[in-house]
């Protein structure tokens, strides 16, 4: 489908390779020895943090979700309010294309939940169900 601008420091999704209103969406993160957070995670062995890929996966689901809801350009914000079964099947390393699929388990007008996974090609590198908010943003 389309690149994503990097204009966010912790954006973690590149690319979103199909997305289907209402049902699931497929994102791709590039994950590359340039990233700040393998400078101390492991030295000698980098390894994407498990909190990074759940967020990944959540940063995806945020996207279907103002999507499918028909919020974009609305202002409103999707917050992470819950994780649930998230497990970590192996390590994701630099150099790999991480990709992201997150379906919706459950979707409301104010609450969403999904359940997403991620891939290192065919191998699943994590899993986790989550719930979002869909909330104004912080008045000034």
Known sequence: MAALPHRYPMLLV??????V???SITAI??????EGFFQGH?????????VLIV???AQAAGVLAVESLGL???????YFMAIDEAKFRSPVEPGV?????????QKRSSVCKFAGKAFVGDKLAAQ?????????????
């Open 21 to 23: 209103i209402d049902q």
């Open 128 to 140: 986790a169900n989550f719930t979002a908010m869909i909330a104004d943003p912080p008045s000034s």
């Open 29 to 34: 993160k590039a994950v590359t020895i340039n």
């Open 55 to 57: 967020e990944a996966l």
């Open 42 to 50: 492991f030295p000698g062995r980098p390894i994407m943090p498990g």
């Open 72 to 78: 974009a350009g609305s202002g409103k914000l999707v």
């Open 14 to 19: 590149d690319r979103v390779e199909s997305l």
């Open 97 to 105: 294309l991480l990709t992201l699929q997150v379906d919706f388990v």
